[in-house]
């Protein structure tokens, strides 16, 4: 079956630790997205990225960093850099404009 | 700036009653208007969406929702609701020109009670 596959789905992290959620497509679609989740403040992007090599910062882009070397993958590292990490990661991708197509989430706890 | 504004942040609702989930946006171009669901620790799935056409526009588990330009909102509606519809609705909208980013409202946690 066709879908995004976002891993790990827990994660647990210290303060000071980078960390990186990987999330993988294989829609063949060309535009991949990473969203942040916190209860009340619905999605707010992070980056995402039209074509291989290359990515665009979105609303909250601090303390984060991605990768697009292959079509199939945006993995996306979270910092040391980011004040407040705890959160659900959602990544999505989208053929042309189209609806966003998303993974079942990563979610990341900051111990 | 676009936006998008859910004014209700929370729904209750009995089993088999009709709901509405109120979805405003702001934009002076042409948009593009989506619904998505979230059921507990998942991701989102798309309900229906609004591109072009008929403004009534039919989606997924029996949910319709109703673009009305003047008013600039796209509320969801469902004539009776089922338990199983409990859940965060999410209205997105996406500028017609542009194809980067889906802008999203804060969502509606919509709790039906048998």
């Known amino acids: 079956d066709g879908g995004i596959t976002q891993s790990p789905k827990y994660l647990f992290r210290k303060e000071g630790q980078n960390v990186t959620l990987s999330c993988e497509q294989n829609l063949n679609h060309d535009a991949m997205y990473w969203y942040r989740q916190d209860p009340g403040q619905g999605l707010r992007l992070i980056y995402y990225s039209q074509i291989v090599n290359d990515f665009q910062k979105g609303d909250i882009a601090e303390g984060y960093s991605v990768s697009r070397e292959k079509k199939e993958s945006f993995p996306l590292t979270v910092t040391s850099a980011q004040k407040n990490p705890t959160a659900f990661y959602l990544c999505?991708?989208?053929?042309?404009?189209?609806?966003?197509?998303f993974g079942e989430g990563s979610r990341l706890t900051v111990l | 700036a676009q936006s998008v504004t859910q004014l209700d942040s929370q729904v209750p609702v009995f089993e088999e009653a009709p709901v509405e989930l109120r979805c405003n946006y702001s934009s002076s171009v042409s948009v593009y208007l989506f619904w998505y669901v979230q059921y507990p620790n998942q991701g989102l799935q798309l309900l229906l969406k609004y591109l072009s056409g008929s403004t009534l526009v039919k989606g997924i588990n029996g949910f319709e929702a109703e673009f009305n330009k003047s008013q600039t909102s796209f509320h969801l509606r469902k004539p009776s609701v089922h338990i199983s519809d409990t859940a965060e609705y999410f209205c997105?909208?996406?500028?017609?020109?542009?194809?980067?980013?889906?802008?999203f409202g804060t969502g509606t946690r919509l709790q039906v009670f048998p």
């Open positions: 999505a991708s989208s053929l042309g404009g189209g609806e966003l197509f």
């Open positions: 997105a909208v996406r500028l017609s020109y542009n194809t980067d980013k889906l802008i």
